[in-house]
């Protein structure tokens, strides 16, 4: 099956009809639906389901072996009005691979997986990659489970919840050891492969980013009755601090974005007592990442904690120059956005990523857009590279 037609099958799933933007949060009714879609993949194709510790979704082609799986994927859930491609892209692409080889008589000798990532986006727990994360052993078992989605309900309670055991979550070593290599399809975040002709790129690395939780404590008062001197406002405080570190990013050749705030009481006429916020950074090396992360923790009256941290990711030479002697025309791309491919190459699995053209470059937006005959070039070179890398 064509890839755009499997991703016509899920389109309407976690679409908010306002924006026209997915709202695919982990454990909610929309990732429910997309985990079955994903299952009946699966078993149309004769694949073996298995449901990882962490709720990671792995359709097995052929009988694991230590050091033989080539797993291909990405994830399923989405950032708050996200894009239809980020993520579902690599899996419908994975699958529609399989066919492609399949009708062509293509005979794997290593044994396949096509693998859903859990919470990838972090949109509703906050933590990045927490599925591959979690299966690579790089966050305690306890600090998972416990994270909130911001409405009192943690990720354990919402595993629960979507009827998965979350007692065994954390590192999933055995699995990871079946693992020869991940290929993660990915569309491209950003306007590198329109300027080459490339309908199609393959990742060099990732940049190092983090995210960043902060508060500026403030005292509730009446909007009308509390002089200026007499206030302790915190939003003014907040409002230096954002133009001040996207100034420094700015400056030193970094990214710097506030994306989220939470002002309380969050009243018209009140001033707030507390805000709480996020930034997320990303830079072309950690130095700079670094400088980025102590213009926030120099502002005055803030209080900073890590929320997630991605160190630079280089990905596999020898895989990668492998990829180049199979499609040699492919443009060799770094990116800044992050990936469980990401994740999985820092935890030593040898892992590539291939990314399917994106002509605006817009993604985290309803906007984002990959043309068809651009997926059709990208599941063809998906398809060569696992047809290489499993051996016929
Ligand atoms: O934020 C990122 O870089 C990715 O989309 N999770
Ligand atoms: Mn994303
Ligand atoms: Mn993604």
């Known amino acids: 099956m064509r890839a755009t037609d499997l991703l016509a099958q899920i389109e309407t799933i976690g679409r908010e009809p306002t924006t026209n933007g997915y709202r695919r949060f982990s454990w909610t009714a929309a990732d429910a639906e997309l985990r079955r879609w994903f299952a009946s993949q699966a078993a149309s194709r004769a694949l073996s389901l298995e449901v990882d510790r962490n709720g990671n979704l792995w359709a097995y082609r052929g009988e694991p072996a230590p050091g033989e799986v080539v797993a291909v994927g990405s994830h399923l859930d989405s950032v708050r009005d996200g894009g239809q491609f980020d993520g579902p892209l690599g899996i419908a692409s994975a699958f529609a691979a399989l066919d492609l080889m399949k009708a062509r008589g293509v005979n794997p000798q290593r044994p396949l997986a096509v693998v859903g990532f859990v919470e990838e986006e972090g949109a509703r727990f906050g933590v990045a990659c927490l599925g591959s994360r979690m299966a690579a052993g790089l966050i305690e078992s306890e600090k998972a489970a416990e994270l909130s989605d911001g ?203 291939l990314f399917v053209r994106n002509r605006s470059g817009i993604s985290h937006s309803p906007k984002e857009h990959a043309d068809p005959a651009d997926i059709e070039a990208g599941v063809e070179a998906l398809a060569r590279v696992i047809t290489h890398l499993a051996g016929t």
């Not at 080459?196 to 990732?206: F, L, N, P, R, S």
């Not at 980013?209 to 009446?222: K, L, M, Q």
């Not at 100034?247 to 989220?260: H, K, N, P």
């Open 151 to 353: 409405e009192g309900v943690t990720w354990a309670e919402a595993m629960v919840g979507a009827g998965l055991d979350a007692d065994s979550i954390g590192s999933d070593q055995p699995r990871l050891e079946q693992l020869h290599c991940f290929v993660e399809l990915h569309i491209e975040q950003g306007r590198a492969l329109d300027p080459a002709g490339a309908a199609v790129g393959v990742g060099t690395e990732i940049w190092p980013h983090g995210r960043w939780r902060f508060v500026f404590e403030g005292e509730a008062n009446h909007a009308g009755t509390t002089a200026m001197d007499d206030r302790h406002d915190p939003m003014p405080v907040l409002a230096e601090t954002i133009l001040q570190v996207t100034q420094d990013a700015r400056r030193i050749g970094a990214r710097a974005t506030f994306g989220r705030l939470l002002v309380e009481p969050n009243g018209i006429n009140s001033i707030p007592s507390l805000v709480t916020g996020w930034l997320d950074a990303r830079a072309p090396n950690q130095d700079l990442l670094d400088e980025v992360a102590r213009s926030l923790h120099s502002q005055p009256g803030i209080t900073v904690t890590v929320q997630s941290s991605s160190p630079a990711v280089h990905f596999d030479p020898a895989l990668r120059g492998r990829v180049k002697d199979l499609l040699p025309s492919l443009p060799q791309i770094p990116t800044a956005a992050g990936h469980d491919a990401g994740i999985f190459a820092g935890a030593g699995i040898p892992t590539t990523m």
